[in-house]
């Protein structure tokens, strides 16, 4: 059992550093003025980045809730051994919360509270994913496929750093102008796409993992590692080339919205095809398909849908 | 069970309660094109394959066709149903336990409490007498036996490593070998202290849905017949499949008898079913008994033409029976192990099947993490003179014990035979007597394994190891196959050199046995057979 | 019963409460309720035998003293009633039947012998010492009928009241063993790691809440 997977491992911790760099960099920044130009007044339109912003803390709160029903699952499994294994819980909880404050937030103010929380996840994100890594390398065996497979997922608490990251990259937006608002030195719209679509390639990374320890046994398992990886190129596309309506993206990114909740239902079904289907839940939750995984694609999507709305106003 | 399910154009559906799946039969007057007597590795595969090439086949079995999913109990007492229970006397210097240990009885033979474990053959050991100097080499070349892996292991969704670390490379296995309990890593600590590898131990259950069968539950019942279907037992894989291809499986069918004509040709089988011995007629007949019944199958039919039973020119019908060893060091850990969860033999070390340096014996062995249920638990100790208050303390270290057990290769003799006692079975069946020794070479390979694996699990933090120095397995040899009709039974193909339509393909027909578990080459022999049936039907043969 | 049995290491903890669960299935639920319903009284042995037979039993096989114990005598004599064989025998031995009929009238002369009393009569003491003695193979009276007395203990006695005993629910409880596992199985496999339908193991510290825990392992 010495099989070596680094290249495998190189390229999650890869993701996990460029989502990692856009949210730390998002949230460390101090907040540049000018914050007299708050737009609240009644009868005039809610500026695109404000609105974008709302949509990454909605996402962020998707994503949060997967993870929150995701660790709180396999945190069970693990008997919750280290009481540090709470912390995925509060911190999702609390990104949950602050994601659905800030979607109905029209500020264009950063809210240091919800800021604090997706600090705070992202970094519990981090120290997470160095947690993982610890699990794995401390087993018998090490960097092997087989822990790999079944010690604690490395993939798993990047979620919870993505949805850090979406909520505080929403949260840096606010504080922009509204017109050409910037973060991390490009135009924001083109940010946000970046950060969407390493977001994707990094879930893909840990899906393409489990559904190879799955076999794959079913066609449908193949969707989300062909699926997302579009997405994700063309997020980039959007990113990195001149602005222009992308009619093409916009109905890929609705694919791939679609393909999370549908992926909960092949889940729902996997679960029922475990023995004992349903009625052997106290096995089959924990060690069938994991029923909140799949979301976070949507969740994904969804800020993708965001960015893009946001980059189509950009010059 | 007292009657026949498979009757009536139907056979049980082994995937649904009470369910039942269409099956074709034949009048026993109508001449089919092969009889086969078993349904286990052997018998079970090679009628699957048949069938599938379009021949008529009628398959008999001893045992019952049961349907896993509503009558496998989680019982150890109670699934001994499954095992060959019909007496066999056992002597010699080191007389075998028959029984659960290695033989069954039932729709799909052992496989149904077999301990799944799927491993290939060293490529030497083909050629063992050529190469390595000991045995008897095989009529057959390593690198076609490695095709027909692939197959079976396709056909059993083997979950097995990514990287197998002994042997020349082979395909990926088609599913991704299963967590490890903590009985697998203690053999994993005690293999990297003494520097060798380990792995996953490629296995037949699935760690992920397959067609009808659900993913491996862990529920550690393997050896006592798998209650989920996720063991890819030939009761759920190659027999359904047959079913399909138009064969007939005729359960709680005991063969007693194979009649020739007057030109020395075999024309069918004698079999007791439902009260009454009835007769198949065919053009071929396959034994496929596993190394005790085929054998005494054999002899039973003599007849004035095979005073000595069938293919029996040699004289070697019944000898050369290799049990595999099956010796074990066990040891108490500080953790808690909790060995019954899931398959008892996660991990493997193969080291000594493919290191020949450091050896005063030829041969090899594996050895792999062990997870017995009380029952076979309490049988071990007993087996070290335990009992009474000593034994209920070392009954509550249950949890904690682990322990490293080996296949051990055996090397064939003649005088480790099976034949036919005065004793009669309730068919009215002589028994067959099972003499069985070990020389020593075997004796010399096992004190080598209980050297080694006892500094391995005390590498991984084994507390009071002793060892267990008297257990067996498997069951080979008895009519071994070869290129020379003067010292074996059957050629490679498997067909009897005395009589050209009398076929053998089960264990029986392995001339070594290896240090690794004997399904999946047999599976592979029987998939091969087929092969060379058909080629053999085209040129008009047969 | 005669011997000192240890005290559990899972104090509480009956397999018996798992089953309404998904742990055990009706064909489980089936085969365990048949056994315990074994009847008490010999239908196979006669009475001689059955004195015999009992006292072999408590001799042999330690129990522990706080709860009913397992009827390790009338399990061997169903199993003899249908002539349950393994499906092998050493050729020293007789068949299963015969050999039971055998060893225990030996053992009976034996003590006849020795101490001019029954087997079922001796003094715990002196039962163990007779035990010792066959599994020794020394015993070699007429009424052995040929048959080495070692191997009669070790093959039918040992393998028979032991294959009895921990067929039992009461005897999985004892070791902590999580018993019947379908459709359910396990989900922690790792060391240390135990599925909540599984017995605790109590250290010298906290036997009391573990047993207590234990109660509610379902």
Not at chain 2, 382 to 389: D, F, Q
Not at chain 2, 504 to 528: E, Y
């Amino acid at each position: 059992m010495k099989q070596r997977v680094r290249s495998d491992t190189t390229m999650l911790l890869a993701l996990g550093g460029m989502a990692l760099a856009t949210t730390v960099l998002g949230a460390r920044k101090p907040a540049r003025p000018p914050r007299q130009a708050l737009r609240r007044q009644a009868g005039r339109e809610i500026p695109m980045h404000i609105a974008a912003a709302s949509r990454f803390n909605h996402s962020s709160s998707l994503l949060a809730l997967s993870v929150l029903a995701d660790s709180a699952v396999e945190h069970y499994r693990g008997s919750f051994k280290n009481p540090a294994m709470f912390i995925p819980l509060v911190s999702a909880s609390l990104s949950f919360f602050a994601g659905l404050h800030g979607g109905h937030d029209r500020r264009a103010a950063s809210h240091p509270v919800r800021h604090g929380i997706y600090a705070f996840a992202a970094v519990a994100g981090i120290v997470g994913t160095g947690f993982h890594i610890y699990n794995v390398t401390k087993r018998t065996g090490g960097w092997s496929w087989n822990n790999l497979f079944y010690a604690a997922p490395l993939g798993a608490p990047t979620a919870l750093l993505l949805s850090g990251g979406l909520g505080a990259i929403g949260e840096r937006l606010r504080d922009q102008p509204a017109e050409d608002p910037h973060l991390l030195g490009m135009p924001a719209g083109s940010a946000l796409a970046l950060a969407v679509s390493a977001g994707l390639l990094g879930t893909v990374g840990e899906v393409g993992l489990l559904h190879f320890r799955g076999a794959f046994q079913h066609p449908a398992m193949y969707a989300p590692v062909i699926i997302p990886p579009v997405a994700a190129a063309l997020m980039a596309q959007t990113a990195l080339t001149r602005p222009r309506p992308r009619p093409r993206t916009r109905w890929w990114l609705r694919l791939t919205a679609g393909l999370g909740l549908l992926g909960m239902g092949f889940h729902a079904r996997g679960i029922a095809r475990c023995q004992g289907g349903w009625r052997n839940w106290s096995q089959n939750i924990p060690s069938g398909p994991p029923l909140p995984a799949p979301p976070s694609f949507t969740a994904l999507a969804l800020a993708g849908l965001a960015a893009l709305r946001l980059r189509q106003t950009e010059k | 069970m007292q009657h026949p399910r498979a009757r009536d154009r139907r056979a049980p559906d082994v995937f649904r309660k009470g369910g039942w799946v269409p099956m074709r039969e034949y009048p026993c007057d109508e001449e089919v094109d092969f009889v086969i007597v078993g349904t286990g590795a052997g018998g079970a595969t090679l009628a699957c394959r048949l069938a599938e090439q379009g021949f008529k086949v009628v398959a008999l079995d001893a045992g019952a066709w049961w349907r896993p999913l509503e009558e496998f109990a989680s019982d150890e007492a109670h699934q001994q149903k499954l095992y060959w229970t019909d007496e066999r006397i056992c002597d010699g210097e080191n007389p075998l336990k028959m029984g659960g240990n290695n033989s069954g009885k039932a729709v799909g033979g052992s496989t149904v409490h077999f301990a799944m474990v799927s491993l290939r053959f060293r490529p030497e050991w083909f050629k063992c007498r050529s190469l390595l100097g000991y045995g008897a080499d095989w009529p057959i070349d390593w690198r076609e036996m490695w095709h027909y892996y692939d197959e079976v292991e396709q056909a059993l969704s083997i979950a097995g490593p990514i990287n197998y670390p002994w042997g020349p490379p082979r395909k990926r296995y088609p599913y991704r070998s299963h967590e490890l309990n903590a009985a697998a890593l203690v053999l994993a600590r005690g293999a990297e202290a003494m520097g060798t590898a380990w792995s996953a131990t490629p296995l037949a259950t699935v760690s992920a849905p397959q067609g009808k069968s659900p993913p491996c539950v862990y529920r550690g019942f393997c050896v006592a017949g798998c209650a989920t279907n996720a063991k890819q037992s030939a009761l759920v894989t190659w027999i359904p499949r047959a079913l399909k291809a138009g064969a007939e499986i005729r359960d709680l069918a005991m063969a007693g008898r194979i009649e020739t004509n007057d030109v020395g040709r075999a024309v069918g089988v004698e079999y007791f079913r439902d009260g009454a011995w009835r007769f198949q007629r065919a053009r071929n007949v396959v034994v496929a008994g596993y190394a005790i019944e085929t054998p005494r199958l054999l002899l039973l039919s003599a007849n004035h033409r095979f005073p000595d039973g069938l293919a029996n020119s040699s004289g070697l019908v019944g000898k050369n029976l290799m049990v595999q060893s099956n010796q074990a060091v066990w040891g108490v850990m500080d953790e808690e192990i909790r060995g019954y969860k899931g398959p008892p033999s996660l991990s493997i070390n193969e080291h000594w099947n493919y290191e020949d340096k450091g050896k005063d014996f030829f041969g090899g062995y594996a050895y792999m993490s062990q997870g017995p249920l009380p029952a076979g638990w309490a049988s071990t100790q007993n087996g070290r003179g335990l009992w009474g208050a000593e034994l209920s303390r070392e009954m509550q270290k249950y949890n904690h014990q682990a322990g490293l057990k080996i296949v051990g290769e055996t090397l064939p003799q003649e005088r480790n035979r099976v034949t036919l006692a005065d004793e009669k079975d309730q068919y009215g069946l002589p028994i067959a007597r099972i003499t069985y020794a070990f020389c020593d070479n075997d004796k010399k390979l096992i004190a080598h394994s209980l050297h080694f694996m006892e500094q391995a699990l005390e590498a991984a933090g084994g507390k009071e190891i002793w060892r267990q120095e008297d257990d067996t397995c498997h069951l080979n040899g008895t009519a071994r196959m070869g290129d020379d009709p003067r010292t074996s039974v059957v050629n490679a193909d498997c067909r009897s050199w005395d009589i050209p339509n009398l076929w053998i393909c089960d264990g029986s027909v392995f001339p070594t046995v290896g240090g690794v578990n004997p399904s999946l080459t047999i599976q592979a022999i029987a998939c091969r057979t087929a092969d060379r049936i058909h080629a053999i039907a085209q040129r008009g043969e047969l | 019963m005669n011997n000192d049995a240890t005290t559990t290491r899972y104090p509480g903890y009956d397999v018996l409460n798992k089953r309404n669960t998904p742990s055990w299935d009706p064909i489980t639920r089936q085969v365990v309720e048949d056994r315990l319903s074994t009847p008490r009284e010999p239908r196979f042995f006669d009475p001689a035998q059955w004195a015999a037979a009992t006292a072999l039993c408590n001799c042999v096989v330690a129990q522990p003293g706080d709860r009913l114990a397992v009827p390790v005598a009338a399990m061997l004599d169903a199993r003899l009633l249908e002539d349950q064989g393994d499906g092998w025998r050493d050729a020293r031995l007789p068949p299963l039947r015969e050999a039971w009929c055998t060893g225990l009238a030996a053992l009976d002369a034996e003590a006849q012998a020795e101490h001019q009393r029954v087997f079922a009569q001796l003094a715990p003491d002196r039962q163990t010492a007779l035990v010792e003695q066959m599994q020794c193979g020394r015993l070699r009276a007429a009424a052995w009928r040929g048959m080495p007395s070692d191997l009669f203990f070790s093959e039918r006695v040992l393998h028979d009241l032991y294959g009895a005993y921990y067929s039992h629910p009461a005897s999985w409880s004892e070791i902590g063993f999580g018993g019947p596992a379908n459709p359910r199985g396990y989900v922690r496999l790792n060391k240390n790691r135990r599925d909540p339908w599984e017995a605790i193991e109590a250290t010298a510290e906290n036997a009391a809440t573990v047993k207590g825990e234990n109660t509610r392992v379902r």
